[in-house]
């Protein structure tokens, strides 16, 4: 089934910000490694826009019928609103790094990295591992694609105040 994409027109059926192709020239850009089967990378999208369905984003959404949670009403990225019709290009790019990220957690779930080698016995074999790095044992939605969404995600310390 091909994947829907959601313009800023509120698409119905929407799916994804990107298209398949465009993560393809993304992960070849950043040098992340992404599968080859086009039905394997729209479901990386798919899984990826779910996750930030789920985000706490600014403003609000721009219609009761769209399915993803951009285009948003009343957001501002950088003092600046951001039109609601439109799908920010950290929006797009982001969601592009969510789905490279998934991937990798697929490939190596981030509770089994191990961090380095600190004791060795020959022996009967014998091989102690340090504890991973905070940073090596994050999920996929803590890490590269969290800095696209920033300004566009709305702290836990935000109040949202209106007059009138």
Same mark, same amino acid.
């Given at each position: 089934?091909?994947?829907?994409?959601?313009?800023?027109? $509120?698409?119905?059926?929407?799916?994804? +910000?990107? !298209?398949?192709?465009?993560?393809? !020239?993304?992960?070849?850009? +950043?040098?992340?490694?992404?599968?080859?089967? !086009?039905?394997?990378?729209?479901?990386?999208?798919?899984?990826?826009?779910?996750?930030?369905?789920?985000?706490?984003?600014?403003?609000?959404?721009?219609?009761?019928?769209?399915?993803?949670?951009?285009?948003?009403?009343?957001?501002? *990225?950088?003092?600046?609103?951001?039109? %609601?019709?439109?799908?920010?290009?950290? $929006?797009? @790019?982001?969601?592009?790094?969510?789905?490279?990220?998934?991937?990798?957690?697929? *490939?190596?779930?981030?509770?089994?990295?191990?961090?380095? $080698?600190?004791?060795?016995? #020959?022996?009967?074999?014998? !091989?102690?591992? %340090?504890?991973?790095?905070?940073?090596?044992?994050? @999920?996929?939605? #803590?890490?590269?694609?969290?800095?696209?969404?920033?300004?566009?995600?709305?702290? %836990?310390?935000?109040?949202?105040?209106?007059?009138?």
């Amino acid at each position: 089934m091909a994947l829907v994409i959601e313009t800023g027109s $509120i698409v119905p059926g929407a799916e994804s +910000f990107a !298209t398949a192709a465009e993560l393809v !020239t993304y992960a070849g850009n +950043f040098g992340r490694v992404i599968p080859a089967d !086009t039905t394997a990378q729209e479901a990386l999208l798919r899984r990826a826009a779910l996750e930030m369905n789920a985000k706490p984003w600014k403003g609000r959404t721009a219609s009761p019928l769209q399915t993803l949670a951009w285009p948003r009403f009343e957001a501002c *990225l950088n003092r600046f609103p951001v039109p %609601s019709n439109t799908i920010p290009a950290q $929006i797009k @790019a982001g969601q592009m790094a969510l789905a490279t990220e998934i991937h990798a957690d697929d *490939l190596s779930p981030p509770e089994q990295r191990l961090g380095a $080698i600190s004791r060795e016995k #020959v022996g009967p074999l014998e !091989t102690e591992y %340090s504890t991973a790095s905070p940073i090596i044992s994050k @999920a996929a939605a #803590v890490r590269q694609s969290y800095a696209q969404f920033s300004g566009l995600l709305q702290s %836990s310390s935000q109040v949202s105040l209106k007059r009138g």
